[in-house]
């Protein structure tokens, strides 16, 4: 009897101890160090003011009093005073709404805009005026020929010609430049074009498989072998809810964006993971730095040391095959080929 209890014992430790780890990975955690109460200042984001209470900031949605006080924590102001509470065990940050100014018309409202969820500035451009596009799309898009008098590099108000058949038959369109290839560095697999914007432009005629194309506003100076393509149909985004990513998917960091191959905080990265791995704006990564490859000095083998957490990243703009991300904290350089998994 005694070892039929021991043996039942120890299968209940095996059925448990699972249980128990993933109840103790799920705990939200909050800073030794946090406030008794936080004065909402201009610039800050609502990740910066959750970091000052939890130790995991993007798991803020949890926390944040819903109710008619604050219906939407994104509705924060400077002046507000954050202050934190417990309800049935659980810690939840309220909101106290500070003295503001209010402009002076019939309807008045808050002169100050509502805090961010994260740093907008830092993502605008690419929100605004990149994307990535499927290899074979950009193939077929047509190319800039020249400018009105065989000019070289044309800006607002000239005169362009692209060779090809629009990819849809709108008089609006789009002219990019590809700055990047990007290709999956496990299966190889081409994933897209990244497309820069050149310049808004409106077709003004098709003669046989030549486009003429009034250049209305310029980001950059339109070149020959620019492509033509209709501009993305999607709201852009600027409201974030930060939740962990996909179960057990990991991915690679593809580029850092605007640098050659090493980022930090509020730089923004590329991914080789996107929509059709579940991928949406607000899901979280944890950055993990490749180890480093050493000599053993006994063996004189080639050793690769374990990868090291090096950061967080939240994703805010999602392709088909790849996504962007805001690197949120870096504890260490972030490069390219490091990995992503769950946060």
């Known amino acids: 009897m005694k070892k039929f209890l021991c043996a039942l014992a120890a299968v209940w430790l095996l059925v448990s101890l699972p249980a128990q780890a993933n109840a103790r990975k799920d705990v939200l955690q909050l800073r030794e160090d946090r406030p008794q109460e936080y004065v909402v200042v201009k610039g800050d984001t609502l990740w910066d003011i959750s970091s000052r209470f939890l130790e995991s900031p993007w798991r803020w949605p949890e926390v ?174 600027s409201v974030f809810y930060p939740k962990p990513s996909p179960e057990a998917l990991t991915g690679k960091i593809l580029s850092v964006l605007g640098a050659v191959n090493d980022g930090g905080q509020f730089d923004v990265v590329a991914l080789n993971r996107g929509v059709r791995e579940g991928l949406e704006p607000g899901h979280v990564f944890a950055i993990y730095r490749t180890g480093e490859m050493v000599v053993d000095p006994i063996t004189k083998e080639k050793l690769q040391l374990p990868a090291e957490r090096s950061g967080l990243m939240m994703v805010f703009k999602t392709f088909e095959k790849v996504s962007y991300g805001l690197i949120m904290m870096s504890s260490n350089v972030v490069s390219v080929g490091d990995e992503v998994r769950e946060p």
């Open 64 to 237: 944040w009093d819903m109710n008619a006080q604050i219906p939407n924590p994104h509705l924060i102001y400077p002046g507000d005073v954050i202050y934190l509470v417990w309800e049935n065990g659980q810690p939840k940050l309220k909101v106290r709404r500070g003295m503001r100014k209010l402009s002076p018309t019939a309807r008045a409202q808050p002169l100050d805009r509502a805090i961010p969820a994260i740093p907008l500035r830092d993502i605008l451009s690419f929100l605004e005026e990149t994307r990535v596009i499927d290899q074979s799309l950009f193939k077929k898009a047509p190319y800039v020929l020249a400018g009105k008098n065989q000019r070289l590099i044309a800006g607002a108000g000239d005169r362009i010609y692209a060779r090809g058949s629009l990819l849809e038959d709108l008089r609006r369109q789009v002219v990019y430049r590809a700055t990047n290839e990007y290709v999956d560095p496990e299966t190889q697999e081409e994933l897209g074009y990244e497309l820069t914007k050149v310049s808004d432009v409106t077709v003004d005629d098709e003669n046989d498989d030549v486009v003429s194309l009034s250049v209305n506003r310029s980001v950059l100076e339109t070149r020959a072998l620019d492509r033509v393509i209709p501009a993305e149909e999607q709201r852009i985004q």
